[in-house]
């Protein structure tokens, strides 16, 4: 299955599921569903569901 990349639709912040964020303690590699429920965008603090799957 191939990586996706999921943009947060209030700020366009992008997470990229082949680099994860590793500064936030998100493995490269980790899928958008292992996130952490609790995770935040880390430009606008907005929660998991106001992310979108999108190619880039």
């Given at each position: ?19 994860g964020l ?35």
């Amino acid at each position: 299955m191939e990586y996706q990349t999921w943009i947060c639709i209030l700020c366009g912040f992008v997470y990229d599921e082949l680099q994860g964020l590793p500064d936030e303690g998100i493995a490269p590699g980790t899928r958008w569903a292992d996130v952490p429920e609790e995770w935040a965008c880390p430009d606008c603090g907005a929660r998991k569901d106001a992310f979108q799957m999108t190619p880039i």
